[in-house]
């Protein structure tokens, strides 16, 4: 698998990979985290315009999508019912989405953002079982509750490396 930064010219294969993510999603009951059409057409170009859209690949096809945004993320900035490990200089993972039947993204984009970066954090939905157990093996600690710009609830997690 390699990773590497998307372009304009990615945009429809972006927004698949977000329809199959966001399909995968509600096959395991998670109904409501990328409801309403988030995340936006808006939204992705202006990841891809900041260069923080990326594409994982196999063998040349793309079969994930992700966001690495250096931090202070604005939503980032309270954390209820919990805190976060430190202060220190973070990346955040957003909008993850792979295709029906590849396996171990989230590792690979895990260590991609570890390339980048000593401190990683992401957030889900409470009905995201899926990337909840994914957090917990791959050694993120839960920090608590943030809320989105809209005021949807996230759960929170952070991974700091030495």
Not at 27 to 50: C, R, V
Request: charged share 25%; proline share 3%; aromatic share 8%.
């Amino acid at each position: 698998m390699e990773i590497r930064k998307s372009t304009s010219h990615d945009l429809e294969t972006i927004l698949w990979l977000i329809d199959e993510g966001r399909k995968k999603m509600v096959a395991q009951g998670n109904l409501k985290q990328w409801s309403n059409g988030h995340p936006t057409l808006e939204q992705i170009e202006k990841d891809i315009a900041g260069g923080n859209s990326y594409l994982v690949e196999d063998e040349g096809r793309a079969i994930a999508t992700f966001a690495l945004i250096e931090g202070p993320d604005p939503t980032y900035s309270v954390v209820y019912n919990g805190a976060w490990l430190d202060d220190s200089p973070y990346y955040v993972i957003h909008r993850i989405a792979s295709c029906s039947g590849v396996h171990g993204i989230l590792q690979r984009v895990v260590e991609y953002a570890f390339t980048k970066t000593k401190t990683v954090r992401i957030d889900t939905h409470e009905d995201n079982i899926a990337m909840r157990n994914l957090m917990k093996k791959l050694d993120f600690v839960y920090c608590g509750i943030i809320h989105l710009a809209n005021g949807d609830p996230r759960l929170a997690y952070q991974k700091t490396i030495v």
